[in-house]
Each structure stands twice: as C-alpha cells, then as structure tokens.
C-alpha cells in the first residue's frame, strides 16, 4: 500500500512562489508515474501536472506550463512542484497521486481515473 503526504501549502502574495512536497512511503516498484491536481470547491480536480516516475518526462496543463515545475528524488522516494508566478487563480488545495498504470502516452496520466493514490491535499492560497 502507497501512501502519500503532501506539505508546503500555505499562503502566499500575487508574483511570489512555493514548494509542494509529496513524501510517498510504501512499495514504489510498480509506481510509473506522479501527478499532481488541484480542486477548488465546487469544481472538478484539475490536472496540473505528472512526471514519469522512472525516467524523469513531465507534462504540465496549459495554464500552468512555464510557471510550474515537478521533480523528484527517487533515493527520497519524494516528488515537488514548485510553483512560480503565482496567481489569484492558483488558489486550490493541491493533491499528488501516484499512477500503477503503464502507459507510453501521456493522456491517461492527465486524468484522476488515472491514478490509485491520493494524498490528503495540501491548502495553497494566493492573494492579490
């Protein structure tokens, strides 16, 4: 069984930046890929970004694109967002999630069915 925890959230002006950190502990062996979403009330979880657990390749959601980026430290067994040029609109609670499912596209990674662990979510909020 995979948990995950997220920490880093908090609150943080217009322009500024944060770092997310996702610590996952149990087997990672059948890991192939992590994401990270964020959900505001009232709508749907949105996909953010997801990087391949094994060799590294990320993918990110338009709006986020040039402003976020994932990492991770295979050795930690932990993955990051750093976000960047945060705006009003970043506000969310942020989750990572880890995928057991191969898949050489991208598609499937950018969707919550994707994924068979969730983290608790962690509060990002940025005011103007």
């Known amino acids: 069984q995979v948990r995950l925890v997220e920490s880093g959230g908090g609150l943080v002006q217009a322009g500024g930046s944060l770092r997310l950190s996702c610590s996952i502990s149990?087997?990672?062996?059948?890991?192939?890929?992590m994401g990270w979403f964020r959900q505001v009330p009232g709508k749907e979880r949105e996909f953010v970004g997801f990087?391949?657990?094994?060799?590294?390749?990320?993918d990110y959601a338009d709006s986020v694109k040039g402003r976020f980026t994932i990492s991770r430290d295979a050795d930690k067994d932990a993955m990051y967002l750093q976000l960047g040029s945060l705006k009003p609109e970043d506000t969310a609670v942020y989750y990572c999630?880890?995928?057991?499912?191969?898949?050489?596209?991208?598609?499937?990674?950018?969707?919550?069915?994707?994924?068979?662990?969730w983290g608790q979510g962690t509060q990002v909020t940025v005011s103007s």
């Open positions: 990087i391949r657990w094994r060799g590294g390749d990320t």
């Open positions: 149990g087997p990672t062996s059948s890991t192939y890929a």
């Open positions: 999630a880890a995928s057991e499912a191969y898949s050489a596209g991208n598609f499937v990674y950018t969707k919550s069915y994707g994924y068979t662990y």
